[in-house]
């Protein structure tokens, strides 16, 4: 037998013990409520899909063809009146504190009918989560607070989330690159607040969104030293919307293009910059900036990868209920071997995928973003402790900077590097498998299917529309499989260097 | 591209494309819409005219008389700027083949030698459908002197704008099918709205049902199935050489973006992960002109043997062109999925041409079936 030193140092070798199996450590720690909440979230999507989003996803579908100015304002109330814009905001904020994870699931249900309507509803969580990441409680706390009155006051408030640029999309999802890159969204800091000037592309949700996070550079020359995180409000002065784009698919889910001129944001909707994270931390800003994209999308893309589980699935299902009614010379094609073989490996297809964003949410969960929510003690107070008390005695002290200086140190000054590689490798890993494995499997069921599949009143076509997508952003699939390299496997090699090609 | 390999097809390749730069370029979006938008009724106007819509139809018929490689010099060509009118020369070509395999110069004669508009010109076809393999055919029954169809037709290409249609019908629960023509104005016939398709928007087709439509029997009863399988090596050709056009065309939109954009302080097409998707694109581009020319060859030298390589090379071509097309999109980015390029566009076209002639599984089992003779 070997001695625990031993043991340690085995499984400290590549691949590390701890970043290949994170269910194994992880799941017996979970907190037992987690399962009965997600069970619960997983028949509320179904009851949603039966109720609303099946109904009229290829209605809706066929609508933005006919009318291409379509703005799902209509879905949003919906959403709304559902409570999907507060399920996943922690009850310290107001709101009702589903546990993160759970949101994966939900993602694959509504996923399986309709894409776009999931995007509806899921991208107000990436603006979430740029909120929540920048560490900053007092301004985390107003405007989710904001969302939280809006569900009940039935005026819906959202948050979109805007980094990309005409000319810098992967550019600004690592650091990196966006030195390299030609961002072009300038911050000047004035007396009292920044002054805004450039333009946003491809903004999910932009149009019917309450709040924008958006990022913009103090230096044009050095944005990732230079980066501010603003909350902007629709409706301020400076801040227009040009179009939306005519996409592909998911098209009830808008992407705008933003115009920012001579756009003064107050201080108090300043999220970070420069000066703010200077007090609570010295490390190089840099590394602070790529941490916080890191925060950010290894929350977010696990999410993705639930998306694209959700059309593997949808593919799926509309495949096995047309090899379950067509016959081909006379026998039903589900009796057909091929079409088994091939039903089972979409299905398999559908399965792995759901293990790769559940391990990326273990390690999310454990060693990412949301960690503290998911200590069992942690847990069980939030859930239990009632809302009143959140609200008039946690409340107030995330108004206090030392709140803000606390969730700082705890988030960027000691997190560990090898969870952030850990998360943000596993959520590039999760989210490049699920998105993939979706696309396959749309694929087969349109082949599956024959003239059947190409026709939109089968809704599979559609699928494979709306799935392309989710190949393309939060970080094309190029960058992502960069991203794990770089995160997993670069750090075992010494010479390696990423992002750094020669030409 | 094909007329690289062949310099007889050069001048059907220098119209199609003189023909695409003008009626097409720039325009693909807009044509594209139908059926929320219009339908680019001028475009196949100007299509008749230059002969496109009977390529391989005797001249003593109305037609230009080519062969299956001018044929494919055209699809490629127009395809790569738009593979819609490209579906409607598809199928106007398939229903002409048929006629002549089922020696029916007579009907042909009557539809396409005294045609004078494009309207006239057209006629409708189940294109996405190899009849054989469909169970559902509508049912015929002799009535008179002539014979009656009832039951439905799905995807009927052409069917909103063509006067006639050929249409496979079975007698009764029998498996051996036969082609009829029928008239579409019918008083039997009901025409649903354009159906609404995965791509080749401007190549329409609509679900028709039939009751008790008067129809003119084609050939001799019974051998539909041997006519559709003398026309399947050239039309499997045909559509794979749309297909060819279409990665093309993606290619030429890809390298061009992949040389402008900048990313990371570079062109993109210097960053070798993008040159790799760029280099894939190419070898499957190539490849499927090689495939498309080689078939073409032995199909106009009347070599034997090449029925199943034909349908072999398109079932290639497809599969290869539905991925190209995918990393076609993935070169822009996020603009790759935007209608403002041609990208998106293409990843839908590649799709609904490789469902061409049947379902693909279908296909794969009648190619081994050919083969192995089990
Ligand atoms: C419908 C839609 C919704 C979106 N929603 C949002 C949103 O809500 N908020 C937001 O901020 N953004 C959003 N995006 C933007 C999205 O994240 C970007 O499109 C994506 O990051 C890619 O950027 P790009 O489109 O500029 O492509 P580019 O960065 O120009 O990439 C073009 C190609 O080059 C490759 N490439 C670029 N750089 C490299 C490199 N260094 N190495 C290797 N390959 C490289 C890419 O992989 C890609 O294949 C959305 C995009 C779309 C299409």
Known sequence: MLSSAEVSNRLSGFPRFEDMSLSLPYAPRMPKGMVRETREVVAIARTFNDEVARPRALELDRKTHEDPGYMPRDLVELANRWGFYTMWIPRIFGGRGYNMPSMSYFAEEVGSVCLGIMNVIGVHYLGVAGVVASANTRLAKRILGEVVRGEKTGNPCLIALATTEPGAGTDVEEVELVDKGRVACHARRVRGGYVVNGTKVFISMGHVSTWTVLYAYEDLKRPSETTVGLMVKTGTQGFSFGSHENKMGQRVCPASVLVFEDCFIPDDQVLFSTDMVRKFTKKPIREVAQRYIDYVVGATRPGVCAFGVGAARGAFETALKHASTTTMNGTLLINHEWVQSMLAEMYKNVALGRLAYTEANYANSHRGLYKILQLKPVYYYLRLMPQAYFDKVIGPMLEKDYSTRLMGKLSYDWARPEDQRCCSGWASLAKVAGTDLGVRNCQMAIELMGQTGLRQDAGVEKMLRDIKLLQIYEGTNQLNRLNVFKCLIAPEIPQARVFEEDR | ?374
């Open chain 2, 1 to 374: 591209m094909l007329s690289s390999f062949k310099s007889e097809w050069k001048p059907f390749e220098d119209l199609a494309r003189s023909f695409a730069a003008k009626e097409l370029a720039g325009k693909t979006e807009e044509h594209d819409r139908y059926p929320f938008g219009e339908f680019f009724h001028d475009v196949l106007d100007k299509a008749y005219e230059v002969g496109f819509l009977g390529i391989m139809l005797p001249g003593e018929l109305g037609g230009a008389g080519g062969g299956i490689g001018t044929l494919c010099t055209v699809l490629a060509a127009l395809c790569r700027a738009d593979s819609s009118p490209g579906g409607i020369v598809f199928t106007n070509a398939l229903v002409q083949k048929i006629l002549l395999a089922a020696d029916a110069r007579d009907i042909a004669g009557e539809i396409f030698g005294r045609a004078s508009s494009a309207g006239g010109f057209l006629a409708a076809f189940p294109s996405y459908t190899h009849p054989a393999h469909q169970d559902n055919l509508p049912e015929y029954k002799r009535s008179g002197r002539g014979y009656s169809l009832t039951g439905p037709v799905d995807l009927l290409v052409l069917g909103g704008l063509a006067r006639r249609a050929i249409i496979p019908a079975r007698a009764g629960s029998g498996r051996q099918g036969s082609f009829f023509l029928i008239d579409l104005d019918h008083k039997g016939v009901s025409k649903s709205e354009p159906v609404f398709t995965l791509g080749m928007h401007a190549c329409p087709a609509v679900d028709v049902r039939l009751d008790r439509v008067r129809a003119r029997l084609i050939g001799e009863e019974g051998k539909g199935e041997e006519y559709f399988d003398r026309v399947l090596p050239a039309m499997h050709v045909a559509a794979a050489a749309m297909n060819a056009g279409i990665m093309r065309g993606a290619l030429d939109e890809a390298l061009a973006y992949a040389r402008e954009r900048f990313q990371g302080g570079r062109e993109i097409i210097r960053w070798s992960e993008v040159s790799m998707l760029l280099a894939g694109m190419a070898v499957k581009a190539d490849a499927a002109d090689m495939c498309v020319t080689l078939a073409c060859q032995a199909l106009e030298q009347g070599e034997a043997g090449w029925s199943s390589r034909c349908a072999a090379a398109a079932l290639h071509v497809h599969e290869i062109a539905c991925e190209a097309v995918t990393d076609g999109v993935q070169v822009l980015g996020g603009n790759g999925y935007m209608k403002d390029y041609g990208q998106e566009k293409r990843f839908r076209d590649a799709r609904q041409v490789q469902a061409l002639l049947g379902s693909v599984p279908a296909r794969k089992l009648d190619l081994i079936r050919k083969v192995s003779g089990v």
